[in-house]
């Protein structure tokens, strides 16, 4: 028998079935009337989501190419940027802009804490000349959330520099006012808390940075901002033939979110959330993050002594049909990482958790069953 698995993943995720059904529908000329409807209504229902009156734009690519869209258009060689950076995502964002030559300042933080709006001023008042700050809202790798960003937002902007967020792991599983926080480039992808299979990226846009990507000509092809802006407004068109089949998904998942209600949507993520620590802690595990910084979309989990993560993830797989993530690096064996992400109701955390819960049962961590069910289940009560 091959029944389908419940990817609890930190991305992709669970796609609801009316985001699937919008993919089958028939190809259209992309350079047509049809898809310039659908263009259009996916970027009005896409800003109403990132709560933003910036641009935005839907690029055919991972989120990779989310911040390699960023980190192409906006700094010119040798430009300063801030990056804090604590974990594997935090890495690769500040990777991605010393590949186009800006001279990258780390601010290191220790994993599983996040940077504070105080380390972030001390370095924006010794740098001279930052140009930007550019911070993983949510590091995928630790579990671990910036709860200062909306501070780290207010010392860029008081020192000029150009605030970026790679969200892609998060935008739409919390809070996230893109304008409201003076977030002038935001990047997420299709494939986490927006339910939507993976292959898409998304950027906003702002003012401030448009004065910043139209200083010089474009040093990239397929991610030039100035083309997507020209095609945009001229025709309703993407400059290069984009994923339609993924752009019926994630219109329709829009559409769904919307529905809802952005804040109920982000609401539901962070009810579940509060069951899975619950449960967890209840099981007398602990978790990666400080308290404060934990995330609502990926739960980072401490393996308990003498019990590895691949042991636990293979039986969950295998046994459960329940896909869960390890860790990275160094970290591969020593915790699991649960996405809170897409489709999330009671099914996703009392399965995910019984699953657990029966997992360590078996392996001999845990000596009786129900202590993560008796804490989770009356979080649930309004999910
Ligand atoms: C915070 C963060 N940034 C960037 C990426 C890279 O996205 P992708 O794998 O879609 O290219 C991820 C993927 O998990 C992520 O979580």
Redesign the pocket.
Known sequence: MSLPQLIML??PTNVPPRVYAAMCKPMINHRGAEFHDLYARMLDNGKKVFQTENDLFVLT???????ECAASNILQPGEKILVPVGGT?GE??AGAFKIYGAQVVELKVEMGFAPTSEQVRDVLNREKDIKAVAV??????TGTTVRDLPEIGRAAKEKGALFIV?????LGGDDLPVDRWGVDVC?T?S??ALATP?GL?LISVSKDAWAMIDRAKPRTEYFDLIKYRKFRDEKKETPFTPAVNLFYAMDEAFQMILEMGVDSWIMRHKKAARAYYAAFKGMGLSFFAEERSRSTV?VAVNMPPGISAKDLRDRLRKKYGVVVAGGFGNLKDSIFRIGNMGIVTPREVITTVSAVEAALFELGYLGTLGSGLKAAVPLLADL
């Open positions: 930190p991305g690519s991972s989120g990779t190419g989310g911040v995502f690769r964002l993983i809202y949510n590091e995928t790798s790679d969200a892609i792991s998060v990047i992808a494939q986490k993976p990226a990926v």
